[in-house]
Every structure is written in C-alpha cells, then in structure tokens.
C-alpha cells in the first residue's frame, strides 16, 4: 500500500487527540445518554458490558481513520488482464497418458483440467495450444478465441514415445513474434508432462531458448510418484517400468525461465496446480487508487456507529 499524497497522514495525528479527549470524559463520567429514572443509570452502567459502552465511539474512531486515510489517496497494486499477453496451453500426449492412477485417467483428468484452465484465463488474451508425443504440433494457433482451444483439447489423440523439448520449441513458435524474434508481449508456456523425455532436443536445451526469448515456462508433473513393482493396473505398467514424469527436469525448466512447477499425483491436485496458474498467467500488476474503497467503508462504520448510539440513548 502506498500513498500519493503521503503527507496527508499527519492528519492522523487528530485521531489519538479525539481517543485521549474521549478517555478523559469516559474518566470524568460524563455520559450523552439519558434516561427517564436518573437515579437507574448507575444500576444500568454496572450490568452493561464495558464493550458495549464504548463500541458506538471505536467505530466512530475506525470510520475516522479510514476517511482520513482517504485524504491521502491510497494506491494499491491489483492485477489486471494483459490483453498483451500469450498463453500456450502445452500437454504431453504420450501412450502412458492412458494410465489410471489418476482418476479416471491421466489424459481424461488432463483435458478436463486443462479446458477449466483455459475457462479462467482473462477474456482477450491470446491462448494457443500445442501437443507432443514423439513429435509435437501446434493444434491452436494463439487466439483471442477460447473457446476455440477448449473444443480442441477434447479432440487430443494419444501417439508414441516423448519429446518434451520438442514440446517446449513448438510452443515457443506458436507465440506472435517482432522482427527480431521477440515475442510481442508477455509469453508463457504452461506445460504438462507425465513421462521422460525419450528423443528430440533435451528439455533444458530448449528451456535456455524460451529464457533467451523471455518466455516463462510453468511445469506440471502428472501421475503418482514412489512406486515400487507393478501397478495393480496393467494399463499403468509401461516399457518393463513403473511409467514416473521427470520432475527433476520439470523443476529445472521453471527454475530456468522463472516459471513454477507443480506436482500433480491427483484430480484434486491437478486441479489445484492449474487454479494456481491461473492467477499469475495472463495478468499484470497495475497500481490503482483505492480512496474510494476507504471512504465507503469509513461511511458504512459512521453509519453503523450512528445506529449504535441511537439504540444506546433509548429510555430506560
């Protein structure tokens, strides 16, 4: 929080002078109640809790503070959508994708995630959508189209073999470039992988390419992690070998490009990786004026206060 008129807080220096003034007649007994049998008051003073006694002045004293605090023009730093920005939705489409210790399925739980990701994203912001297996392909130019994406995760095919960092340079193709190869505003990719990569470019070579660009990289490793000896479900077994993602590797690609990485062993937790992402993809930092959030809560507390002392000076 900040203040574009930061002087404007000596100003405050009034409310301690009110509170000390207001103390001094709490001390004197002085009292604005009334009553129709004076010789009650003490008797009434004594049952009453000492809160209620003084809670119509603290909220005078908040509603105060906080339009003072207005005078002084507060800022504060919100997030706001980005309609520079681009988002490349990235999923692995490998056969172990079929595997079901995620519930339903890896791929099912995948795409689902992936289009509620996509749903959240700030309206106007380009979003393509690439896919990769042994090779990968760009299945969605970047779009202000979302919808556009959603249909076409659904329609996701499963192919051999993993090529991660093919994944990472298709994405970094999707995104709309200047003349000199820069993309055009801020980029990042938000990759899911549940496998190793097995050919094409190493991931942490294409990782050093998305950093030269300045594309943010964000990872999320899918399907349990530990196992030892065959899984219950054949479908899960691949190649000879519990069918692990590489988180070392996944980790090492955010950390290069200064992304996050997610672990995602369930649903729930796949979904929690994407909600996550979805609150740091797509926005900027703006600094906005927030007076006159101060003055409507300072007039809600006057009133509030106002009431208090009305049903506070009823007869007894």
């Given at each position: ?124 912001i380009k979003v393509g ?41 298709e994405s970094l193709r ?143």
């Amino acid at each position: 929080m900040t203040f574009e008129l930061p002087w404007m807080l000596w100003v405050l220096l009034v409310v301690p002078a009110l509170a000390w003034v207001y103390w001094r007649r709490v001390k004197g007994g002085r009292s604005s109640a009334y009553a129709l049998y004076p010789g009650l008051g003490e008797l009434v003073r004594t049952a009453e809790p000492r809160w209620k006694r003084h809670l119509g002045a603290g909220l005078y004293g908040l509603a105060l503070l906080l339009a003072l605090l207005a005078l002084a023009r507060p800022q504060a730093v919100i997030p706001a959508p980005d309609s520079l920005a681009t988002v490349i939705v990235t999923i692995d489409v490998s056969l172990s994708m079929r595997a079901q210790d995620i519930n339903p399925d890896r791929i099912t739980a995948a795409k689902q995630e992936a289009q509620n990701f996509v749903r959240n994203l700030p309206k106007g912001i380009k979003v393509g959508l690439v896919s990769f297996a042994g090779y990968a392909t760009t299945e969605v130019e970047p779009t202000t189209e979302h919808e556009r994406v959603i249909e076409q995760i659904e329609l996701l095919q499963l192919a051999r073999r993993t090529a991660i960092g093919e994944g990472i340079l298709e994405s970094l193709r999707a995104i709309p470039k200047d003349e000199s190869g820069k993309p055009l505003g801020p980029s990042t990719v938000v990759l899911l992988s549940d496998g190793r990569n097995n050919t094409g470019i190493e991931p942490l070579e294409a990782a050093a390419f998305a950093k030269e660009m300045g594309v943010v990289v964000h990872t999320i490793g899918l399907g349990r992690r530990g196992e030892s000896g065959p899984p219950p479900n054949s479908n899960e077994w691949w190649g000879g070998y519990w069918m692990q993602f590489d988180e070392e590797t996944l980790r090492a690609i955010a950390q290069a490009t200064g992304g996050q990485y997610h672990a995602a062993e369930s649903t729930e937790a796949l979904r929690r990786a994407y909600r996550s992402l979805s609150r740091v993809v797509g926005w900027r930092p703006q600094r906005t004026e927030v007076s006159g959030l101060f003055g409507l809560a300072a007039g809600l507390l006057l009133a509030s206060s106002l009431l208090v002392a009305q049903w506070r000076r009823g007869p007894i």
